[in-house]
């Protein structure tokens, strides 16, 4: 039999549906979950010579002659079905409320917002209302990324009217859009629903670096630096820590109300053992904003100086007298070599003034800093000093200096080449001994520090092996 021109338009539009629940739902509707194949059959024959075209018709082929199967899958999952909580693996969906009788749900996943006023037109709303709609929606999404789109229709008219279409980011913040009285249109936003999960991982260290044993069991690419950061007063990465080695960390990550990260992860916990030592820190943020990391007890894990002036650096050659590969004759090789990548960061040991940032010839662009204490420390090599930096400059412990490079005649490759000195005379830097620098929390600073400290401790507990 041959379908009139109405339920010809209907199932073209069934058709243009971004959802196949969709087009098997309105079909069941339509004709009943009973449809013969024959009658489908002789139905998408006409639908295959409209400008629908083939593909579509072949979706809707497969949707009818699974309609025994499928009927049962929609009774749970249709889109008809009142709205309940964001599947896992989808973006988050901002709360949605239930359809009333008489209302068709349609739930849609755009590939971005800017795909809204075609879906509109597709679900049959007039194209100036599904403008507006859209150009009511939009502001209250993110420009790129992926949107729910919950789409309520009043079925006991024909064609369905528009009631509201719920959309959402993927951290589940969104818009509403209802139809108010006088065909005016109500728009209400829907705040993100996000909460902080802190996870836990643990592991040991493998033959190559700590950075692909991090890697290896979990610990987010962005937090290994920090976690080396945390404990390099404890630590030289390059010399202390060898294979077998055992670490853990825990932070914190924003997910939304699907469980999905959605934002940078925060580095809270990072603890390290070897044969000779254990180390544990707890991060803390004062009330100036600044990050510091503490033992258990609250006490600061700052020492005098850091241990080692850049992060992720290997030892390429040792304080001593050495055979200069450039200069080709012995001499004291006055400081140490750490070898890194172009570009990367290089840290003052401890706080001071600047007494030199200028180049040289063997050593290239050369920082030194002036300590408290009385000694000094050389950083070589520099590809750039940090902006601004000038002599006389007072700057704390960790300031960038500049970042690491190749300058100077005196180099085979990227370095930074760092020294020492006490008394005007050259020391290893390896064999100093640091002291700690005393902090301790106290009062309120405490008390917070305690909680935090005792929540990540619940975390590492439940999710121990």
């Known amino acids: 039999m041959r379908a009139s021109s109405p339920d010809l338009a209907r199932d073209r539009a069934i058709l243009d549906s971004y959802d196949p629940r969709v087009w098997a739902a309105e079909w069941a509707r339509a004709h009943g979950s009973a449809a013969s194949a024959g009658a489908a059959s002789s139905h998408l024959a006409t639908l295959r010579r409209g400008p629908a075209g083939m593909a579509l018709a072949a979706a809707l082929a497969l949707c009818v002659l699974g309609a025994g199967a499928l009927t049962a899958w929609l009774q749970q999952t249709a889109p008809t079905a009142p ?10 969906a901002a709360p949605s409320t239930p359809a009333g009788p008489g209302e068709l749900r ?103 670096s700590f950075y692909t044993s991090a890697v290896a069991v979990g610990i987010p690419n962005s937090l290994i630096p920090v976690f080396a950061k945390a404990l390099s007063f404890d630590f030289d990465f390059q010399r202390e820590v060898s294979a077998g080695d055992a670490f853990e960390a825990a932070w914190s990550q924003p997910v939304n109300s699907s469980g999905e990260a959605v934002g940078a992860p925060t580095l809270l916990y990072a603890s390290l053992t070897t044969t000779a030592k254990t180390a544990a820190v ?35 050659s040792k304080f001593g007298m050495r ?13 140490v070599d750490f070898a890194v990548p172009v570009g990367t960061p290089v840290y003052a040991s401890a706080g001071g003034v600047v007494i030199g940032s200028h180049p040289t010839a063997c050593g290239g662009n050369m920082a030194v800093v002036r300590h408290d204490n009385g000694w000094v420390t050389r950083y070589f090599h520099l590809s750039k000093f940090a902006d601004g930096l000038y002599e006389g400059e007072r700057i704390p412990q960790g300031f960038t200096l500049g970042l690491s490079g190749t300058t100077g005649t005196c180099t085979t490759g990227p370095h930074l080449h760092y020294e020492v000195r006490i008394n005007d005379e050259p020391v290893d830097p390896l064999s100093i001994q640091t002291d700690s620098s005393g902090k301790t929390l106290s009062g309120q600073d405490l008390v917070t520090f305690a909680a935090m400290r005792d929540r990540i401790d619940v975390a590492r507990a439940q999710q121990a092996d």
């Open 282 to 316: 707890y991060r803390s943020v004062g009330a100036d904003g600044v990050e510091e990391w503490y033992d258990a007890s609250g006490r600061s894990t700052v020492r005098s100086f850091m241990r080692t002036p850049v992060d992720g650096a290997r030892v390429t």
């Open 83 to 92: 709205a309940g909580p964001a599947s896992p693996g989808r973006p988050g």
């Open 106 to 208: 349609r739930t849609l996943i755009l590939p971005a917002a800017t795909d809204l006023p075609r879906m509109l037109a597709a679900q049959g709303i007039e194209a100036e209302l599904a403008r507006r709609i859209a150009e009511n929606a939009i502001p209250g999404l993110r420009p790129t990324g992926e949107v729910r789109a919950v789409l309520v229709l009043d079925a006991t008219t024909s064609p369905p009217r528009f009631i509201r279409l719920e959309a959402s980011n993927g951290d589940s913040s969104g818009v509403v859009v209802r139809q108010a009285e006088a065909g005016q249109l109500a728009v209400s936003r829907v705040a993100a629903q996000i909460e902080s999960r802190i996870l836990v991982q643990h592991g040991t260290m493998d033959g190559d």
């Open 323 to 335: 055979f200069h590969p450039v200069l080709h004759y012995n001499r004291l090789h006055a400081g």
